[in-house]
Nanobody
């Protein structure tokens, strides 16, 4: 069964850090674009970062650039999102999504990706 499994969410104070993981199960990230999305209460999904599995090219949404870092461990078929200097407005459910074709990064919508995970909650207290 093809799955993406996110982990690493939790409750953290403003200014703190969390590292999210997105592990592939049933397939490998050999030529994939992987995106991290988030959805805050009452808001739509937004893609905040992406990475290409072949060359590690990355992209970031403006509000997280400089604070979040996306990376990939191809040996473990796992993508990470290191989140530093967290703010209360970062509170959301975070999802990862993957699609074949690593050259096409940051596709904008989860429906542009073929696989996505169940999400992990991140709550940042002020």
């Amino acid at each position: 069964e093809v799955q993406l499994v996110e982990s690493g969410g939790g409750l953290v104070q403003a200014g703190g850090s969390l590292r999210l993981s997105c592990a592939a199960s049933g397939f490998t990230f050999d030529d994939y674009a992987i995106g991290w999305f988030r959805q805050a209460p009452g808001k739509g999904q937004e893609e905040i970062s992406c990475i290409g599995s072949r060359d590690g090219s990355t992209g970031y949404e403006a509000s997280v650039k400089g604070r979040f870092t996306i990376s990939i461990n191809n040996a473990k078929d796992t993508v990470y999102l290191q989140m530093n200097s967290l703010k209360p407005e970062d509170t959301a459910v975070y999802y990862c999504a993957a699609a074949s074709g690593s050259e096409r990064l940051c596709r904008g919508g989860m429906d542009e990706y073929g696989n996505w995970g169940q999400g992990t909650q991140v709550t940042v207290s002020s």
